[in-house]
């Protein structure tokens, strides 16, 4: 059987970085990944996918991603269920992400992570329009 995702998209929002009490580090995050066709007024929609990263690679996008950064996600659908406070079930399906490569630069001046977490600035040409 086989269960992988590969998906190109940008954060629709900074990582939430929490701990589990075991300490150990989880980032959640959603990407807008633009589907590959336009609609009736001819506008490209997205689709609108959250993604999870654990441990080493939780906090190498907790500390290094934002808002609006373009990332490429391997990883794995899960999905779960669970029971909210009012007593409803409910359906999560998130991605749990094997790598997560940085696909631009930093803004404002943003560190960027090392080569081993999934990101090599170096393969990047300096002639980048962002």
Not at 11 to 33: H, I, K, N
Request: hydrophobic share 35%; proline share 6%.
């Amino acid at each position: 059987m086989l269960n992988r995702i590969v998906l190109i998209g940008r954060l629709t929002r900074d990582p939430e970085m929490r701990y589990t009490p075991q300490g150990v580090p989880v980032a959640s995050f959603s990407l807008a990944v633009d589907r590959p066709f336009t609609n009736q007024q001819g506008q490209r929609e997205a689709d609108f996918i959250d993604c999870v990263a654990w441990r080493k690679l939780g906090e190498t996008v907790g500390n290094h991603l934002t808002k609006g950064r373009l990332v490429a996600v391997e990883g794995r659908l899960q999905i779960r269920s669970y029971e909210a406070q009012d007593g409803s079930k409910r359906r999560v399906a998130e991605v749990i992400c094997d790598s997560v490569r940085f696909l631009d630069r930093p803004r404002d001046g943003q560190s960027s992570p090392d080569a081993g977490f999934g990101s090599d600035e170096s393969e990047l040409p300096d002639d980048l329009p962002f």
